[in-house]
């Protein structure tokens, strides 16, 4: 079983829609990571939280440590949002990464 | 602007041969990274560095090679010992290093594929 493990691996959405990416982990972290990962293949850091909330424009992640879950909701998609979104943890001098979930966004 | 510079951004490699994956970043960061992207799963960290002259093995570096000659330099070597070497190579640097908790920058990736 992956040390982090996310879903759903394949979203599509209609423009407006609300979405929800979710990410499970089985390990102890000090952080977690969510990015992005555009078709030309360059990633970014969207967030990166160890307790709570982020928002950051039309982006929230949240993080429960207890059950050792995060979510990442986009309010209103557009598909300039279509990517694949990765999680990652972070613990000790280490960073375990997810498979991704790919989004699809259509007008 | 200041970030991570990756080329070339599509390469070929014949059976036998070694080829050099080149990162560059004018962040000024200590840490560099280079993991390995496969379809379907998450990144693998090969090498990083955290000082110029010093690097570690990740969890997959058998077959590759690296050096760290310059702070703003980490390339690449993928060595005919690497016997599936068709992925998408991705280069990461962070201000400091993996033991704290710091955001990676990504370049933009390679992807090579054998011939």
């Known amino acids: 079983k992956n040390e982090v493990e996310q879903s759903p691996q394949n979203l599509t959405a209609q423009e407006g829609e609300f979405i929800t990416i979710n990410c499970s982990y089985s390990v102890g972290i000090s952080a977690l990571h969510w990015l992005q990962q555009h078709p030309g293949g360059g990633i970014v850091s969207l967030f990166m939280l160890s307790s709570g909330k982020k928002k950051h424009g039309r982006l929230i992640a949240t993080i429960n440590i207890q059950e050792k879950h995060s979510s990442l909701h986009i309010t209103a998609s557009h598909p300039r949002d279509s990517a694949v979104y990765i999680c990652?943890?972070?613990?000790?001098?280490?960073?375990?990464f997810g498979a991704g979930t790919r989004l699809t966004v259509k007008p | 602007d200041g970030g991570i510079t990756q080329s070339p951004k599509y390469l070929f490699r014949k059976e036998g041969q070694n080829v050099t994956l080149s990162c560059e970043q004018n962040l000024n960061h200590d840490a560099m990274y280079w993991y390995r992207q496969d379809p379907g799963q998450g990144l693998r960290l090969i090498y990083y560095?955290?000082?110029?002259?010093?690097?570690q093995k990740g969890d997959i570096a058998e077959g590759y090679s690296v050096s760290r000659e310059k702070k703003e330099s980490f390339p690449l070597t993928v060595t005919s010992a690497q016997k599936n070497p068709t992925a998408f190579y991705l280069c990461?640097?962070?201000?400091?290093?993996?033991?704290?908790?710091?955001?990676?920058?990504f370049g933009s990736g390679t992807q090579l594929s054998v011939l």
């Open positions: 560095s955290q000082i110029v002259n010093d690097f």
């Open positions: 990652a943890v972070s613990r000790n001098n280490d960073m375990r």
């Open positions: 990461a640097s962070s201000l400091r290093g993996p033991s704290t908790n710091e955001k990676l920058f």
